[in-house]
């Protein structure tokens, strides 16, 4: 290993971290070390790669669609065409001011020249509002990860498995790997994961607040109505697996979460578990995606970011090596994790979380 | 036999030698029962598995039309066929004692059709294997009713069992004894005697007689522990209920449990490895000793394990030809190996197989190896070995951990859980003195006494090597399916990554790319297979493990709370998403439509008919009642008899009205 610093020291195993040290490195021509593998060809569904979200702001839905072409090119040159897929999730909601929410992404969606249906209450149950959004992509994991390898070697990617990080305040990291240290200039936090695993909890930004959620699958069983569903109230996603069974995850513990999955299934669907696991994730206090350096000097992070990060991928290369769009600047500027009650408000409706008046 | 009764062509002679007659069953006590629908013979003592295995059932049915074997771990659950309907009194076929003039129907998955199951013809169950609930337990869905309490749970009567049943009743602790099997005593036997021990049938037969004799322990017999946490278990038992089997899941409550659950035989991986015929050593030498059934004359051995030597040297006294012995191993030492040399027996070290495939319907199978220059061989059965991993089922069930051992190839329990505690093999130990001293140690554990150790004398490797990994073949074109264990999981090897698909079709692999997305629980072993194939690095091997096990979860009954209305609010209410959303001083106003229409709450308000961008709406649309439509503009916007447009369903002017 060379003594020069590396530019980046990114951690993180999902799509978006890999994908970002792969840009920084073969976009942006940044020497980058990555830290963390992609779990998804063993591990349960903790996650979910999807080109729509249930987004309340403009300017998050334009900086989605308009990443959409860019990612799906990407994707599909490092995984192949496996590695993408095209979903109608359904998006669904009970009761009044959650259905409100999901009117407005409904609305918000169409707006953005996405398709949009209602869909039939027979479908979903009664007293529940859903709306199938057409032709979304989705990223699928596994087989992204396939080719993840190479083209991060490709790249120029240094990949390390860290025994011990240190993230001074200045976002400087110093990995020791094979015993050996390696530094960074700059630490990017990727993903939920990486910052509960490594930022320093001295520098943990006040925007961000752990949350337990658990993640289950079902052996096989009758179909969904979707490959992919959420359902607002409680921040359920439910997928439907290539081989029958139901892989969902959300908030709560085992017991109450595996009560509220076969609730949502129907008591003329009993499920077996064919696997489960209890994890944590990162809530920001107002919904919204959080970027950037903690305490304006720090390591950045990238925290809270739902089911859409992996699709922000190249925006948000752009920005960590300074060369984004004005819009994307202002994008990622408006959604710093120092963000406070003073800052221009970005507030999202959160999936699972009550209902807070402004 | 003119009335239909299948003979029983797979028992071994009442006179064979060395415990090969099985120790079970009754000869002079004839039975007969139906199984879907055949006559089928037995003896008293034996299970529905054991009589249908020595009748010459020994298929389950076909999976990509390819037959897959009936072993004692891969059993369909069956009903008396008057219960058929009611899966709540399903029996396991292994752990049920067959009566004479039963009429068992098996049950799971799909069918051929119900004439069909009712007149199967030949080996075959005729199950359809590919469904993948076809092995399913339908008692794991059932609640559990009040059982037995104690003070300490021991699951397992195996030597190490026994011994912490024994060492809590010595420590005053009432016991309940739990074992999945009809009888106890577990699997020592096939692992014989080190140098100063006594016979293991000797040794298990001591310790089952003094845990029948201690009045403080309740043993309780093909009783299978499958859920577990903290202070209960739960379990299905056979229970026999006016003279017929009945199945019950029941809940036993002890504050401490000792989980003595063996270890499982690894299913070395090779294209044909469930083929009818194909059998792990120790199942093949328990159906043997306990009931007498063996299914050929001839056979071969493929092993990474030196107990199989002993099972080889068993059939051979018992007049079964044995071919030859593969060992992955190039240079076993074994005390079993000198002795079984003796025998004539040909042993071909560093050989492992590659596919097993069907020479001849009937029951004739051919077993190929990678050795180059050697040809397949027939025979009618394969005993295989993979090595031995600690069954975790029950530690990882209840929350406990383990990791890859890299030196041992198999994962290990690590860490401790509260009163719960690990003995005999599935704590890792190896030999018989080192899992009777465990069963004791685990109750000082239990009672946070003090510790005596555990002597578990391995022999030194030089003499006694130790197993090997289990093996792995290449996948092979056109050959039959390979799984990764021997289990109900039916899980069968991953196809890799490609990008022409056809190849891993061609390959006869299975469609799932990766475990995770094996829609079925992964058996500790299924987690070993898949280190070993690198599907799974070895430091994620115990985590794994623990998610992927079979959980039913025991929760205490709990009322869910009632979900609090959600009614619309009386008053327009903000939320807290929509905060700045339109500028600083953003107004809730009331909206008056040109031509009275609804408006869905959520709904986008544009200051021009033209304008259709959601970046350039001025509003939201937030609530409509008896008392008009109300929405959220910005400031500017907020004057008496300003013109908007709403689009929702179209698009609608309406003025605006300040509250």
């Known amino acids: 290993m060379s003594d020069t610093p590396y530019d980046f020291a990114v951690f993180g195993a999902t799509p978006l971290a890999q994908l970002l040290a792969g840009l920084l490195a073969s976009v942006h021509g940044r020497r980058v070390v990555l830290v963390g593998e992609g779990q998804a060809g063993y591990r349960l569904v903790r996650g979910i790669d999807l080109s729509v979200a249930p987004i309340t702001r403009p300017e998050s839905w334009a900086m989605l669609t308009q990443a959409l072409p860019e990612v799906t090119r990407l994707v599909s040159r490092i995984g192949g065409r496996g590695a993408l897929s095209r979903v109608n999730p359904i998006f669904f909601a009970e009761g009044w001011h959650h259905a409100m929410a999901l009117s407005h992404v409904q609305h918000m969606a169409q707006g953005f020249g996405i398709a949009v249906e209602p869909v039939s209450q027979s479908l979903l149950g009664e007293g529940r509002q859903g709306i199938m959004l057409r032709d979304a992509v989705r990223i699928n994991r596994p087989a992204l990860e396939a080719g993840l390898g190479k083209w991060l070697e490709r790249a120029g990617v240094t990949r390390l498995q860290a025994q011990k990080v ?85 908030p709560g513990g085992l017991s109450d979460f595996a009560d509220a999955v076969q609730a949502l299934l129907g008591q003329n669907r009993p499920v077996e578990l064919a696997g489960q696991t209890g994890f944590q994730a990162l809530q920001s206090l107002d919904g919204a995606p959080a970027f950037g350096r ?65 | 036999m003119g009335d239909g009764m299948r003979p029983q062509i797979n028992r071994l002679p009442a006179d064979s030698p060395k415990g090969m007659a099985g120790s079970l069953i009754d000869r ?61 009194r399903a029996l396991p076929m292994a752990r049920t004692l067959a009566q004479d003039g039963a009429d068992y129907v098996t049950l799971g998955g799909n069918r051929p059709g119900a004439l069909a199951r009712l007149f199967q013809p ?8 590919d469904d993948q609930r076809v092995l399913d337990l339908p008692w794991r869905t059932v609640p559990g009713i009040p059982g037995p309490k104690a003070d300490l749970l021991v699951i397992g009567a195996g030597v190490a069992g026994m011994a912490a049943a024994l060492a809590g009743a010595r420590a005053g602790l009432s016991v309940v004894l739990a074992e999945s099997n009809p009888h106890v005593g577990g699997h020592s036997g096939l692992f014989g005697a080190q140098e100063g021990e006594d016979r293991a049938e000797d040794s298990m037969a001591r310790l089952a007689a003094d845990v029948a004799a201690n009045p403080a322990i309740t043993m309780l017999t093909a009783t299978r522990v499958f859920s577990l946490r903290q202070g209960l278990a739960r379990a299905h038992q056979v229970d026999m209920q006016s003279g017929t089997a009945q199945g019950r899941v029941i809940d036993i409550e002890a504050p401490r449990i ?100 069907i020479a001849r319907a009937g029951g004739s199978l051919s077993l190929t190896v990678d050795s180059a220059d050697a040809e397949p061989l027939r025979t009618e059965r394969i005993l295989v070995c993979g090595g031995w991993q600690p069954d975790l089922t029950l530690w990882h069930v209840a929350g406990g951990n383990s990791r ?195 408006f869905a709450p959520g709904a986008l308000i544009y200051r021009s008919p033209d304008a259709r961008h959601p970046r350039d709406a001025v509003g939201v649309v937030l609530h409509q009642t008896a008392e008009g439509t109300f929405g959220l503009v910005a400031a500017q916007l907020a004057s008496a008899d300003l013109p908007v447009t709403i689009r929702d369903k179209g698009s609608a002017q309406a003025r605006i009205q300040p509250l």
């Not at chain 2, 000198?338 to 071909?348: N, W």
């Open chain 2, 258 to 357: 000792v989980l003595a659950t063996g270890a499982i035989e690894r299913l070395p991986i090779f294209a044909g490895n469930r083929l009818p015929g194909v059998i792990g050593t120790l199942d093949a030498y328990e159906l043997a000793t306990r009931y007498g059934v063996w299914a050929g004359q001839s056979a071969l051995v493929a092993t990474s394990s030196s107990p199989a030597y002993r099972l080889a040297m068993l059939a051979s006294d018992a007049g079964i030809t044995i071919g030859r012995i593969y060992d992955s191993r190039p240079r076993p030492a074994s005390r079993f190996i000198e002795f079984s040399r003796a025998y004539g027996i040909v042993q071909s070290p560093g050989t492992a197989p590659v596919e097993v495939g």
């Open chain 2, 28 to 88: 002079s006590r004839p039975i007969r029962f139906r199984l879907d629908g055949r006559l089928v013979a037995g003896f008293v003592g034996d299970t529905v598995l054991s009589a249908a295995l020595a009748s010459g059932i020994d298929t389950l049915g076909l999976f990509r039309d390819s037959p897959i074997g009936l072993t004692p771990r891969a059993t369909p659950a069956i009903s008396h066929a008057s219960l058929a309907n009611d899966k709540q």
């Open chain 2, 122 to 129: 030949g080996r075959t169950l005729g199950l359809v294997v």
């Open chain 1, 166 to 250: 240190s993230i001074a305040s200045d976002g400087q990291a110093e990995i020791i790997a094979e015993g050996a240290a390696v530094v960074a200039k700059q630490t990017v936090l990727a993903d939920d994961d990486a910052v509960m695993a490594w930022l320093p909890l001295r520098q943990w930004p006040a925007l961000l607040r752990r949350q337990h959620l658990t993640s289950i699958l079902t052996t096989p069983t009758q179909p969904l109505a979707a490959g992919i569903m959420l359902q607002f109230n409680s921040g359920i996603v439910l997928t439907q697996q290539a081989e029958g069974g139901i892989a969902a995850f959300g």
């Open chain 2, 404 to 598: 890859w051992h890299p030196g041992h190839a198999r994962l290990e329990a690590t860490g401790t859980q509260d009163n719960i505690v690990l003995a005999g093999s599935a704590a890792g130990y190896q030999t018989r003195r080192g899992c009777i001293q465990s069963g004791a140690d685990a109750v000082d554990q239990l009672l946070v006494r003090p510790r005596k150790g555990v002597d578990d004398p391995l022999i030194d490797p030089l003499y006694e090597s130790p197993d090997a990994p289990a093996t792995i073949a290449e996948p092979r074109p056109d050959a039959p399916p390979c799984f990764l264990d021997g289990g109900t999981a039916m899980l069968q090897r991953p196809a890799p990554p490609r990008r022409r698909w056809f190849a891993a079709r061609r390959l006869q692999m299975s469609g799932l790319l990766v475990l995770s997305e094996a829609p079925q629980p992964l058996a500790v072993c299924d987690v070993a297979a898949g280190v070993d194939l690198g599907l799974i690095p070895q430091a994620a091997a115990g985590i794994v493990a623990q998610e992927r096990v079979a959980l039913v979860p025991l929760a205490q009954h709990r009322e869910l709370p009632a979900a609090e209305p959600d009614a619309p609010p009386a008053w327009p209410e903000v939320p807290a998403w929509l905060r700045g959303r339109y500028g600083r001083g953003a107004q809730v106003v009331r909206l008056v439509p040109q031509e009275a229409r609804s």
């Open chain 1, 294 to 358: 903690v305490a304006g000097v720090g390591a950045d992070v990238a925290a809270a970011l739902g089911c859409a990060g992996a699709f922000l991928a190249p925006a948000y290369a752009r920005w960590l090596a300074s060369s984004a769009s004005p819009e994307e600047a202002a994008w990622f500027g408006a959604h710093l994790v120092n963000r406070s009650a003073k800052s221009q408000p970005v507030a999202e409706y959160a999936p699972g979380h009550g209902w807070v008046t402004a």
